[in-house]
């Protein structure tokens, strides 16, 4: 199991086109990804469970990312992460 | 509550998406079917299971037939909605309801969803909260399919839709039938539905609160999404100012969408359009005409009351303001006073317009010159490459000589006392007297760039005082001699590789600036409200076809001619 502490950085949040990456993007792995935040535990690869974190710019999340290919996971989802979801800040 | 059918009643909300609408009212008051906590029994399990699956189905197809001929942003959504739609842990927690607590489909899809809900209600942050409504909407479709309980209204065109919240494949699906409006009592400017109005271009409201239960009975309504504001029942006056101002400003959007796109011809060959400006109000014109830079900044109106040395930090301040509110090259044209624009010193002269104007006066008004030239070079060290300088009344090549070396000595004193300077500032003039256009092969060498100000050339190329009101039939700007005398001008700019634009009415005439690109002059300024005509005409034909039109136009002997060959070939 691999865990890593990551923040938001865009400035809409895991907003609805950002969580849409997210989760397509974890959807990708074979392993399984979760979010922890305000004591949740949301399953990573399901975007209503990630746009209900309602986590704002500067939110603090950890990533729980579980099986075969982990490492590789993680690295790519937070990527994403610190990309800012390759968006441009509106 | 039968009289307020009758009343105007104003409702107040938020513009999701600008626009006038006049119409029929609709309202959909799509009250929530009643989700009950229904148990169903284990033979049922399946066929429970079957429907949300189909249904599932359904809604994605329904989203990629949707999603075609769609805007980026609007596919977006859709694309967040199939994401949503096919949530893993959805699915599972639905699946999980209806086989283990053995809950109907409609209340599994109803219990899953609001746990989702609940807990975005809870978040408390406003801009998460906004999604809610998309959700909600989302859940009820899928509890509409799976129920095959398909709200297929039909609307007529133009009809005000009033509703509660409304689902973007149902927005979609009464675009298509032509609704004039939507009003939606619930979301914000940026719910999904707003946004998807906004790229369909249809006006409308949200946030609007009680619209629903307000507009029970009423026929017709305007909608003013500019003003953020429903009228019920409006009065006739009322509708007929609404037309009014509907026309006035479709008018203006076709404008805009004109102006928006880019500027070549149908063959591909690329022109420029830019604004002659006088005020720094005019710039917000120009700029919603998207004219490339200002091709002529007029200066007179800082003489405006008589004062001929206008302080120079006044000055200053006005082309800084020019500057700094607009994007791309600013040409300068230095005062062009005398002739009909006195100023309280001159004297009167007999034929002033051929008398001490422009740059005759600059030249003798040293000190005027010299303070108007030295206030544009320091802004243009401040805004290097953007400034040029454009002398107006040139006729002799004397006399570009001496503004040229005045141009370099105040460079000099300038950098001096520790301005910056723009080494590069183009220097050009205009080309408004025949001496001058005959001669442009000669003035061309001695400047960076010409400029053909139309109005004059064809006053004095063909003597007619065009305030003359005797003779005002004589001042025809489609006269041939003006347009060889223009023609000649270009081929001198093209043998020594400077550029040549158009500031003149011609450019802003849509005969002129046909047969203007056909001579290949392919740089126009023009007033900014003439903008819109002007670019629509030039990108709906093709360079060979505009070459065509001016080489005939250099064969008329007669205006009348030119005029003639523009109606046939229009």
């Not at chain 2, 009014?244 to 880019?262: D, F, G, W």
């Amino acid at each position: 199991m691999t865990k890593k502490k990551v923040t938001i950085l865009n400035s809409s949040g895991l907003h609805a086109r950002p969580s849409a990456a997210l989760v397509k993007l974890a959807s990708k792995f074979e392993s399984e990804f979760y979010i922890h935040m305000y004591g949740y535990r949301i399953n990573g690869k399901s975007i209503l469970g990630v746009m209900t974190l309602a986590a704002e710019q500067g939110a603090e999340l950890e990533f729980e990312v579980n099986g075969p290919d982990e490492e590789e996971a993680m690295e790519s989802i937070t990527e994403l992460v610190n990309n800012k979801f390759g968006m441009h800040d509106e | 509550m039968e009289k307020l059918a009758t009343q105007e009643i104003s409702i107040k909300g938020l513009p999701g998406s600008e626009g006038i609408a006049i119409g029929d009212v609709l309202v959909i008051d799509n009250k929530k079917r009643k989700v009950q906590p229904k148990k169903i029994n284990s033979e049922s399990i399946l066929s429970h299971l079957k429907s949300f699956a189909k249904s599932k189905q359904l809604f994605l197809k329904e989203l990629d037939t949707l999603s075609t001929n769609l805007d980026t942003k609007t596919a977006g959504i859709l694309e967040t909605q199939k994401h949503i739609v096919s949530d893993v842990e959805i699915e599972k927690r639905i699946n999980a309801s209806i086989e283990v607590e053995q809950y109907s489909v409609d209340y599994s899809i109803y219990k899953v969803f609001n746990e989702f809900i609940e807990r975005l209600r809870e978040s408390g942050s406003e801009l998460f909260q906004q999604r809610i409504v998309d959700i909600e909407n989302i859940r009820d479709r899928l509890i509409g399919l799976s129920c095959e309980n398909r709200n297929a209204l039909i609307v007529e065109k133009g009809t005000i839709l009033i509703v509660k919240d409304i689902s973007p494949t149902d927005l979609i699906h009464y675009f298509e039938q032509g609704i004039g409006g939507l009003v939606m009592d619930k979301g914000g400017i940026t719910s999904h539905a707003a946004i998807i109005a906004q790229s369909l271009g249809i006006p409308c409201l949200v946030s609007t609160k009680d619209a629903v239960s307000s507009s029970g009975l009423s026929k017709k309504a305007i909608l003013d999404a500019n003003n953020g504001e429903l009228i019920l029942n409006p009065s006739s006056q009322t509708t007929s100012d609404y037309k009014t101002a509907q026309k006035k400003e479709k008018r203006l959007r076709n404008a805009v969408a004109v102006t928006s796109k880019p500027s070549t011809t149908k063959d591909g060959k690329d022109f420029t359009i830019r604004a002659n400006i006088e005020f720094v109000q005019e710039l917000k014109l120009a700029k919603k005409f998207n004219a490339t830079g200002i091709g002529l900044l007029r200066t007179e109106a800082l003489l405006f009351g008589g004062i001929a040395n206008k302080s120079e930090s006044e000055q200053d301040k006005f082309y800084e303001e020019v500057l700094s509110k607009s994007e791309g090259e600013v040409t300068i044209r230095l005062f062009d006073v005398g002739g009909d624009k006195l100023i309280s010193h001159t004297h009167e002269e007999a034929n002033p317009f051929l008398g001490w104007r422009g740059i005759r006066m600059l030249l003798d008004e040293g000190e005027m010159f010299k303070s108007q030239l030295r206030s544009i070079l320091k802004t243009a060290g401040k805004y290097p490459g953007r400034i040029k300088i454009l002398v107006p009344m040139i006729s002799f090549v004397e006399e570009i000589e001496e503004v040229r070396t005045e141009l370099n000595i105040l460079q000099d004193e300038l950098k001096n006392q520790g301005f910056t300077v723009d080494e590069g500032v183009q220097l050009g003039v205009m080309i408004e007297v025949p001496s001058a256009a005959l001669m442009a092969d000669h003035i061309a060498k001695k400047v960076d760039f010409l400029s053909i100000g139309t109005n004059d050339l064809t006053q004095y190329t063909l003597a007619v005082d065009r305030g003359n009101e005797r003779i005002c039939s004589m001042y025809q700007h489609y006269h041939p001699a003006v347009w060889k005398l223009i023609q000649t001008s270009y081929d001198a700019a093209v043998n020594n590789g400077i550029q040549i634009s158009v500031c003149g009415e011609l450019a802003g005439d849509e005969i002129g600036a046909a047969c203007l690109l056909g001579l290949g002059i392919n740089d126009l300024s023009m007033s900014p409200s003439s903008i819109p005509k002007i670019k629509g005409l030039l990108i709906q034909r093709s360079q060979e076809e505009l070459h065509k039109f001016s080489k005939a136009v250099l064969n008329c002997s007669t205006s009348e001619e030119v005029r003639e060959l523009y109606r046939a070939w229009d």
